[in-house]
């Protein structure tokens, strides 16, 4: 005798009453095929459609690289495939595989690439073939207005793509310094275009995993920075106390340069020898209520910050707006608050020069003094100020050496413009307004470019003029903690020996001790000709060669402006000169120093 399983269509089988069993046994066995069918009956169809999305990233100090991190995962999250990957490494052909892209770019120098995307940009500008028919991409720009050529790469980078063929899905969006706005409203744009081409795209099988990581480097990028300071963040900083304050120049010198430690011993803070340290700032009191007074507002006054919700106006003025630099922005606002046609008129593009000229060396301060009556409530003031953006300092300490403390070497920017005595927010705060004992809010910025080479026995050549000495004294401090045995070669420079030696005991200590095992320096104001550091290297041109040639690991620190410039074309000369190659060779040479990590720089 044979069952009948009843099966009408559409609905799950069952067995029938008249089956050979008893009513334990039908129960059971028609539980599993409802349990069965429901299974299948309730699986979708068809998966929704995604799209394969590589989100590309060109980043020197992390910037770009965490938001790119945060779009991928945001891709993810909606079922689309999104590989994440820096430019460093990339190519022009591995982008013509692609049919959508994502980038996200700072600028750096003249308004060029940060250094790891150069080779990526510089392949992609001599391509003039319309080759990226296929690909859709967006393009998020990140710069500083500050800078002359504001956010240039991306704007580069979007209209060479554009050149070569390829649509933008969501037209580019240029973030200043204040970059979480411009970053959400990009992102909404962008991710409602992507909805829109999968709304018209026909369904098809979701794919098997929705993050690839197609270039080995993407899974580096992809996975955590290896930091244990999740807990604390710039949005969620630890408040370290100053332990340790002196001045690291002469009364008598013509610049202040200072040394800042911070106890870190009662956080989960973590940092490696190259992380900055990064500081969330305080406007001076006294230049905030001279603001207010000049207003006739209230102190107290309440106002509304985006996310931070309502806070008085003189709070808001010290700790979350930046009111000593003006930016074309802010003048627009102030303008068309006031309806003012003397701002108008500098307004005008003819008038940049003029612009610039105006805003180089004046604040908010200033405007109102220049523009009165214009501002007549505490909400057009906040409205028409960018954010107060945190500082970062290159961490001048190692925690094997130092533990539980940060060091920081700072140079306190002081000024006099318009008859007023002018500070930086962030030096003299912690110059002028911090005591010992005193907590200020901080978190780490990890620099995972510049590291110690992971090979003990690798020589090393720091140059570091100014300022550019503080990851050089990390590494020395961490080198010898972990009698780590490469030899290491410093090219230091300042103003004058006698008032701007930073750190010169340590350092002449360390050298008598045979731990460093060079130290060259460049006193730019002790006679009539400057001397810098590039000079000192050409000098030692054959034994520069010698350490590079033997495998030396090379580390620039400091000013990005000039210095950075003209330590690069010293080490091109040496190359070509000193290693007896040509010149197109030595540019190979260098480049290939840059690709095999050997040639790292963390300039500002
Ligand atoms: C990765 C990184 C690492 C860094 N590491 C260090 C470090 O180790 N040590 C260090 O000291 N700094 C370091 N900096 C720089 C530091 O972050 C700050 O930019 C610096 O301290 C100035 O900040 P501030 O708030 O004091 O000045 P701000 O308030 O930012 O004022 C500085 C601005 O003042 C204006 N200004 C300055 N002088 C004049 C003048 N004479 N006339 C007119 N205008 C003027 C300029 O617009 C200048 O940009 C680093 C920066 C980066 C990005
Ligand atoms: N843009 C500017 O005009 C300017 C000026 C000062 C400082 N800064 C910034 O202020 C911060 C702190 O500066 P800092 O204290 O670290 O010192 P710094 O101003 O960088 O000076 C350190 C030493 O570098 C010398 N120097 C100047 N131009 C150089 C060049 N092209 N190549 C090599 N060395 C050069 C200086 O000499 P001389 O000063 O004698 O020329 C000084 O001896 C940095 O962020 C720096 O970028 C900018
Ligand atoms: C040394 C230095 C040079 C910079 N040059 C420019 C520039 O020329 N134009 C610009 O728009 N932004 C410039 N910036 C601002 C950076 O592009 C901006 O801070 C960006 O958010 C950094 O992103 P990243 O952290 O991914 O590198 C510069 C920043 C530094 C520190």
């Known amino acids: 005798m044979t069952t009948q399983i009843a099966n009408p269509p559409g609905t799950v089988p069952y067995i029938p009453d008249n089956a050979p069993f008893n009513a334990e046994q039908r129960a059971w066995l028609n539980g599993f095929l409802a349990g069965i069918f429901s299974v299948t009956q309730a699986a979708p169809a068809d998966p929704p459609p995604s799209l394969k999305i590589a989100v590309l990233y060109a980043s020197q100090s992390g910037t770009a690289e965490g938001l790119a991190r945060k779009v991928a ?67 998020l720009a990140l710069g500083d207005s500050h800078y002359e050529h504001f956010c240039k790469f991306g704007i580069d980078l979007d209209n060479k793509l554009a050149a070569l063929g390829a649509v933008r899905i969501y037209d580019r969006v240029d973030c200043d310094v204040d970059l979480d706005e411009p970053f959400a409203q990009w992102k909404q744009g962008l991710f409602a275009e992507l909805e829109s081409i999968v709304a018209t795209r026909p369904a098809r099988s979701a794919p098997s995993s929705s993050v690839t990581g197609g270039n080995p480097k993407s899974a580096a990028a992809a996975s955590p920075t290896g930091q244990g300071s ?26 202040q340069t200072m040394h800042l430690a911070f106890s870190i011993a009662d956080s989960n803070l973590k940092y490696e020898a190259g992380d900055a340290c990064g500081v969330i700032p305080q406007n001076d009191r006294q230049l905030v209520s001279e603001i207010i007074a000049s207003l006739k507002f209230s102190p107290d006054a309440p106002v509304q910050l985006p996310k931070c919700g309502t806070a008085s106006l003189c709070d808001a003025l010290t700790n979350h707006l930046q009111i000593t630099r003006l930016t074309r922005k802010m003048i627009e606002a102030y303008a068309t608050i006031g309806n003012c046609q003397a701002l108008f008129d500098l307004l005008v593009p003819e008038q940049q020069v003029q612009l610039d000229k ?11 003094h220049d523009y009165p009556g214009v ?54 705060l912690l110059a002028d307004r911090t005591n010992t004992g005193e907590r200020r809010p901080i978190y780490i910025h990890p ?37 780590a045995t490469g030899k290491n070669w410093l090219f230091f420079g300042e103003r004058s020996a006698s008032t701007d030696f930073l750190y010169r005991e340590e350092l002449e200590s360390m050298l008598a001790g045979g731990h460093l095992t060079r130290m060259d320096t460049a006193f730019s104001r002790d006679q009539e000709r400057k001397i810098y550091v590039q000079d000192r290297m050409v000098e030692q041109g054959t034994q520069l060669w010698n350490w590079i040639d033997g495998g030396a690991n090379i580390y620039v620190c400091g000013d990005a402006s000039r210095m950075a410039k003209d330590v690069d074309a010293a080490l091109h000369r040496i190359v070509e000169t000193d290693g007896g190659m040509s010149r197109d060779a030595a540019q190979e040479y260098v480049q290939t120093m840059k690709d095999e990590h050997r040639y790292h720089r963390d300039v500002y």
């Open 358 to 368: 105006y805003t180089w060396d004046r604040g908010l301060i200033d405007l109102i």
């Open 230 to 255: 999740a807990t604390y963040s710039r949005e969620s900083p630890f408040y370290a106390a100053l332990v340790d304050k002196r001045p690291l120049t002469r009364e008598v010198s013509s610049k």
């Open 375 to 428: 501002l007549h409530n505490p909400a057009d003031l906040v409205a028409m100020l960018p954010k107060l953006a945190p500082r970062l300092y290159s961490i001048s300490s190692s925690p094997f050496a130092h533990a539980g403390e940060i060091h920081t070497t700072i140079a306190v920017v002081r000024y006099r413009s318009h008859d007023r005595e002018r500070g930086g927010v962030c030096s003299t």
């Open 447 to 483: 620099n995972k470019k510049f590291r110690l080479p992971s090979a003990p026995e690798t020589p090393i050549v720091m140059i570091g003029p100014g300022t550019g000495i503080a990851p050089f004294r990390a590494f020395l401090h961490e080198r010898r903690a972990l009698a």
């Open 73 to 139: 995962k945001e891709l993810k999250s909606k079922g689309h495939v999104a590989s994440l990957a820096s430019l460093e490494g990339y190519t022009p052909a591995a982008l013509a595989e692609e049919r959508y892209a994502i980038f996200i770019a700072s600028t750096y120098g003249e308004g060029d690439p940060p250094d790891v995307a150069q080779p990526f940009f510089q392949k992609l500008c001599v391509e003039h073939l319309p080759r990226y028919l296929d690909l859709s991409y967006s393009v």
